[in-house]
DNA sequence: ATGAAAGCGCTAACAA
DNA sequence: TTGTTAGCGCTTTCAT
């Protein structure tokens, strides 16, 4: 159990500070002598001791990820954590998870978490990589952060994908099937996924030569319900649209549930399309078509680049990783049965 | 920034080590002394740091969560984990999450997720706590640890809920609609879900005295496409049943998607139920009939109850939560449309 | 019930 | 390029 840092030096008879630098990646030792001694490492199956770490070189080895809600996005979340877990793997940073719902004390509540638990590096997510007053803090706090889907331009690392093209894609899928009248169902204000959801559909739209009809556009907030609300605003109309975009897979569930109550056959009578490809896209039927949000990519990738800008503080990177439009059963050609 | 243990100590006109002994609950400090120097720690804003905790008292002040497969049930996981979350929240404990898949060399792989991150104390679900062998090994390790659900009598500290009355309860609901063949879509071999849902099914109908058709029960692993296997196989027969009890709620969705397929309607022609409660049964339509499994309360006891046997090594406890059946519309009576 | 001194295992300055 | 010497901030003996 006590194999200690001089055990490895005695064992490759050089002194701990040389150890020391190997296991760090510091370039100033002789390849010669680095081999020797990663060679005496693995002999006596060194591992190095976290807190002593932590104490002689003031880091934690945390990377914390900072979330909102669990409960609306639990299989988003789950899937940031499975990129976050990735990454994480073969360093020696461990990964926390830290939920905290948006309030106006946040910032204080953040530097709380942060005295107690002293995070290297933070991943942020959406709706706290939006607040511009949170990042501020941070960058006073001179902590290292990564977002993700950030619509702020002040985080100096952002990995996303391109929401508005891929809204664009799927709308046109639909317009392709020959749908002219698309209802939508939005994304919650505040998030960039609204106006990036929106104007794709616009987008698609314009391309088409279909004329915007705002009124086809109805609030929503991500859940189950603002999609049965929506839904039934829009199939309320006398020129009921034959096809709706909601912003998220969990909305387009909320479509289905209207259509399934008001006994529309879905695509038959109505197509439906959501966003995110969280895994009731699979498992409801018929299955959802969607746009598949590259979650574990988008996490692995920014505590990546976190990682890195902690011994290059000046980094700056934002990124577009590649997403999949995901054709399922749940849309055809309007009027087919 | 830094304010360390010495300057509360000095705030409050005692030594370092009095402080300590507050810091971590020490007996043997008296009530007045306890209060001023709590005093000195709010009016400094003191907050002791985990590495120099962690390597003075040999502690990392980590509890893992160690799962196998964070694919076919993640919002499983995402509960648990929001459990835990809670359990630590408002103690020095961080939770990490260790992902680990099922193989031959899993201790030996434990033991290097141990030396690396030496965690204080280990929550295990299945199939991982299910591992006599991987127990065994923690054991000699000598590191506390917790099961979720084991079936293993060997766990010193074990939380569940009682999954057979719950699998009766729900199959009993069945059986007042009016339902007489229930099919039963089984769980995962080597779960202790297997044994215990199937057993609750065959109780139920023992009660009702429904005799007990081995061929209405077909294999399962808890997957969506175990469902839509076993629902062909049941409503392939030449008298299928009236209703399925799927072994949770992935599997029941696969059911309903045969269902889907065939054209028939739930509940109208088929009745179904699932297990679990995840975030599904409430998006799909109509809404899963299931039980509610109290993945966060167990989580939140167990990370409870191994952080309590940190102190007390000794400690047994085998706690059962209560769980709820949630009745959606799903399951009806048999033959009503 | 409280205090003094000695580390825990590592890294950061500084030296060589 | 490598080694020496001090700590990092806390808890633990062992006193008292």
Redesign the pocket.
């Known amino acids: 159990m006590?194999v200690?840092?001089?055990d490895v030096a005695a064992h490759a008879g050089?002194?701990?500070?040389?150890?020391?630098?190997v296991?760090?990646g510091h370039p100033?030792?002789?390849a010669k002598?680095r081999t020797r001694i990663e060679a005496s490492i693995r002999a006596l199956n060194y591992v190095?001791?976290p807190s002593?770490?932590g104490?002689?070189?003031?880091r934690s080895y945390l990377v914390a990820l900072l979330y909102d809600n669990p409960m609306s996005s639990s299989s988003y979340i789950m899937e940031l954590i499975v990129g976050v877990l990735q990454a994480c793997k073969e360093t020696p940073y461990n990964a926390v998870l830290h939920p905290f719902e948006a309030s106006d004390d946040l910032v204080s509540r953040i530097d709380g978490f942060v005295a107690q638990h002293r995070p290297d590096a933070l991943v942020l997510v959406p709706p706290h990589a939006n607040n511009t007053r949170l990042l501020q803090r941070l960058e006073e706090l001179d902590l290292r952060y990564a977002t993700i889907s950030s619509k702020s331009r002040q985080s100096r690392i952002d990995i996303g994908f391109d929401e508005r093209r891929a809204a664009a894609d799927i709308v046109e899928h639909l317009i392709s099937l020959g749908h002219r009248r698309i209802g939508h169902v939005a994304s919650l204000k505040g998030h960039g996924a609204h106006a990036w959801r929106l104007n794709g559909y616009r987008d698609a739209l314009r391309r088409a030569g279909i004329a915007y009809d705002e009124s086809l556009v109805v609030p929503g907030d991500f859940t189950f319900a603002s999609g049965v609300a929506g839904a039934k605003a829009l199939l309320d109309r006398r020129d009921p649209p034959t096809a709706i975009f909601a912003a998220n897979d969990d909305t387009a569930c909320g479509v289905m549930r209207e259509a399934y109550e008001r006994g529309l056959a879905v695509p038959g009578d109505l197509s439906v399309c959501g966003f995110d490809d969280t895994p009731v896209s699979l498992q409801i039927s018929p299955g959802l078509t969607t746009v598949h949000q590259p979650c574990r990519e988008m996490a692995r990738l920014a505590v990546e680049c976190v990682l890195r800008s902690i011994r290059d503080p000046a980094m700056r990177q934002h990124t577009h990783v590649p997403y999949q439009v995901r054709l399922r059963a749940s849309t055809a050609a309007p009027g087919k049965r």
């Open positions: 006590p200690r840092i001089e050089v002194s701990t500070k040389t150890v020391s630098r296991l760090n100033s030792v002789r002598l190095p001791n002593a770490r104490l002689a070189g003031n």
